[in-house]
């Protein structure tokens, strides 16, 4: 089974409807990531968090709002969605230094998700 | 933005020669790492380097950091078809922990 998953793996919706893309992991990580990835412009960070309890935004927050329920879930949601918010999303779990410190890993990533919004 | 930038954006090569790219970043880092991602896949870390470090080997990847010009470069060796995707560096930038993916480079390698 895969290590981080992410449902659904392609959504298409409409300008204005709410959406969540959910990712689970069973890496036993501490940290997980949210990304978008655009033609062109590589992956930018929407939201990151280092334990269940720590929620920081990323180059690209605007519009997205984060949750993290449990120490292997961590949801994306789309409060209303726009037709510029059609990317390729990623999660991502990381682990904590070995001797503690705020360096950022090995990221393992999900497969994706494809979201198109008309 | 805080994106790195990539170099070059496309390089075509044929199976057996030797790839490099290159990777330009902006502000102080703790590490940089380089990742592959196949056509419209999740990415695979590489390797890790880290801003004390000035060179790494992993099998047949080379990775060369220098701080003081802010940039790096992934060398593959002796390439296969099988080498073909995306390759992309990220760096953990300070302050902050900002996390930043540069614009990658698409590397296809002729059976």
């Known amino acids: 089974d895969a290590d981080v998953t992410q449902t659904p793996r392609n959504r298409i919706t409409k300008t204005g409807k709410r959406i969540m893309l959910e990712c689970s992991q069973t890496?036993?990580?501490?940290?997980m990531y949210w990304y978008r990835q655009d033609p062109g412009l590589g992956l930018r960070l929407i939201y990151y968090?280092?334990?269940?309890?720590?929620?920081n935004k990323g180059e690209i927050s605007d519009g997205y709002s984060v949750s993290r329920q449990a120490q292997a879930k961590f949801s994306l949601s789309l409060e209303s969605a726009i037709p510029n918010q059609t990317a390729l999303y990623f999660c991502?779990?990381?682990?904590?230094?070995?001797?503690?410190?705020?360096?950022?890993?090995?990221?393992?990533f999900g497969p994706g998700t494809r979201l198109t919004v008309l | 933005s805080q994106q790195g930038e990539e170099d070059p954006q496309a390089l075509s090569i044929q199976e057996g020669e030797n790839a490099t790219m290159n990777c330009s970043y902006k502000t102080s880092i703790n590490n940089l790492q380089w990742y592959r991602q196949n056509s419209g896949r999740g990415l695979v870390h590489l390797i890790l380097?880290?801003?004390?470090?000035r060179e790494k080997h992993s099998g047949r990847l080379r990775v060369t950091l220098d701080t003081s010009k802010k940039s790096s470069s992934l060398l593959i060796t002796a390439s296969r078809a099988a080498d073909t995707a995306s390759y992309f560096c990220?760096?953990?930038?300070?302050?902050?922990?900002?996390?930043?993916f540069g614009t990658g480079t698409s590397l296809t390698v002729i059976p």
């Open positions: 968090s280092f334990d269940v309890k720590d929620i």
């Open positions: 380097i880290r801003s004390n470090e």
């Open positions: 991502a779990t990381s682990a904590k230094p070995a001797f503690g410190g705020w360096e950022v890993n090995e990221q393992f």
């Open positions: 890496k036993g990580h501490d940290r």
């Open positions: 990220a760096t953990d930038e300070l302050p902050g922990n900002q996390f930043y």
